[in-house]
């Protein structure tokens, strides 16, 4: 099946420094989103985001799936900002594949 | 809007009682339906997922096993809880494989 690998694994921010989160993938996919698992453990929608860019707020993603890749960013960070980050993908009709996530913690 | 709700939010079990998890869907009609654990640590593993009413595919070989009696109801059991079921336990939905997945709040199992 399709492999996910998220990194870095971890990284510790200052409040306001920003942060680029990377997700690979193994295949070709027809979707991909990115996931924020906040300290109570809900997953929160971020961004749907099989190709191409988005913004939300201080928050954008770029998918470029002909290279196999996902970038996450975050500019201005936040101590809310803390949690695991998720990335996940799927391909054809397969459920979603998630990677292991890369823990941020932001530091006042 | 669509909502998804789960409980008990959290449950502390025996070694050996059963175990049901309830998820339902409001707000939407046919979704697909998914149940996900979460050990310690930060991986989420793909438990089941449903397609339609009945219709149940398990991903890997586990102490359990789901059920889908109705359109927007998704239920995760067991018949005798292992340590090792111990977790956070999340489900999903999404219109379609390929569309946008939203998560519920949890259910949060210790097995003692």
């Known amino acids: 099946g399709i492999q996910v690998e998220q990194s870095p694994p971890d990284l510790i921010l200052q409040e306001g420094a920003n942060s680029t989160l990377r997700c690979n993938f193994s295949d070709s996919v027809n979707n991909l989103q990115w996931f924020h698992q906040n300290p109570w453990g809900q997953l929160i929608n971020l961004f749907y985001i099989p190709s191409g860019t988005k913004q939300n707020g201080r928050l954008s993603a770029t998918t470029v799936a002909t290279e196999r890749y996902s970038l996450l960013y975050i500019s201005s960070s936040q101590t809310t900002d803390s949690g695991v980050y998720f990335c996940?993908?799927?391909?054809?009709?397969?459920?979603?594949?998630f990677g292991k996530g890369t823990r941020l913690s932001v530091i006042a | 809007s669509q909502t998804i709700h789960q409980w008990p939010a959290t449950l502390v079990q025996p070694v050996g009682s059963p175990l049901s998890l309830e998820c339902t869907v409001e707000?939407?009609?046919?979704?697909?339906l998914y149940w996900y654990r979460q050990a310690a640590g930060r991986g989420l593993q793909l438990l089941f997922y449903s397609v339609g009413i009945g219709q149940i595919s398990s991903e890997v070989p586990q102490n359990l096993s789901a059920s889908r009696p109705q359109d927007r109801q998704f239920i995760l059991s067991s018949k005798k809880l292992l340590l090792s079921d111990s977790g956070f336990y999340l489900c999903a939905w999404s219109l379609h494989q390929r569309s946008e997945q939203f998560f519920g709040p949890g259910t949060r199992l210790t097995v003692l």
């Open positions: 707000g939407t009609s046919n979704p697909n």
């Open positions: 996940a993908v799927g391909t054809g009709n397969t459920p979603l594949v």
